[in-house]
């Protein structure tokens, strides 16, 4: 089955840039979807196909794709970007399943 | 303005089947693809299965034996059961409205289910 590996944690300074990895075997093949999730709250995408931002999402949420590694980044951090981070991908190559990376707290300093 | 909202019982006791309805307002549940997803307190989001309009399902292989995915489409909604659930099973459980290549745009507030023995 196909894994998604994200760091547990990220800290960052308001003002400064937080950068956020997935990691999969040739993710950079696939489209990558990126959550934010606030406590007590659903997600809500913030980054789908690799690097489009939904409509509403600050142009300060970014992202790309390539080999084995997918990033999401966060310019210009402020204190409200705080939460949990996922990844996601649509495993279309095997049994066509929706999978998860293990999430990224981002905290801000 | 697409809207989901979970129902269902918050309690459930151990060996028993849990069961869910997403109700779905703004949207036909006769387009796109609709999808439950779970997240354990404290933890990860873990992807259950999903639904075609067509009433095609694509499963979790980890769940497939025990989760079962249905919807009416004449009342707008979509339906989980997860049977002989354990304490293991103990989520938030969120539906959403799966777009292209798997994203989930619209996800309703969740409901937390607690497995009692």
């Known amino acids: 089955s196909y894994v998604l590996t994200q760091p547990p944690s990220v800290s960052v300074a308001p003002g400064k840039t937080a950068t956020i990895t997935c990691g999969g075997n040739?993710?950079?093949?696939?489209?990558v979807h990126w959550y934010q999730q606030k406590p007590g709250q659903a997600p809500i995408p913030v980054v789908y196909?690799?690097?489009d931002r939904p409509s509403g999402i600050p142009e300060r949420f970014s992202g790309s794709n390539s080999g084995n590694t997918a990033t999401l980044t966060i310019s210009r951090v402020e204190v409200g970007d705080e939460a949990d981070y996922y990844c996601q991908v649509w495993d279309s190559s095997s049994d066509y399943r929706e999978v998860f990376g293990g999430g990224t707290k981002l905290t801000v300093l | 303005q697409v809207q989901l909202q979970e129902s269902g019982p918050g309690l459930v006791k151990a060996t028993e089947t849990l069961s869910l309805t997403c109700t779905v307002s703004g949207a036909s549940t006769n387009t796109y693809y609709w999808s439950w997803i779970r997240q354990p307190p404290g933890k990860g989001l873990e992807w259950i299965g999903r639904?075609?309009?067509?009433?095609?399902?694509t499963y979790n292989p980890s769940l497939r034996s025990r989760v079962t995915i249905s919807m009416d489409t004449s009342k707008n909604q979509f339906f989980l059961k997860l049977s002989s659930v354990t304490a293991a099973d103990t989520a938030t459980y969120y539906c959403?409205?799966?777009?292209?290549?798997?994203?989930?745009?619209?996800w309703g507030q969740g409901a937390l289910v607690t497995v009692s023995s």
């Open positions: 040739n993710i950079g093949s696939k489209s």
């Open positions: 959403g409205r799966r777009q292209w290549q798997g994203l989930v745009d619209i």
């Open positions: 639904i075609q309009y067509s009433g095609s399902t």
């Open positions: 196909d690799d690097s």
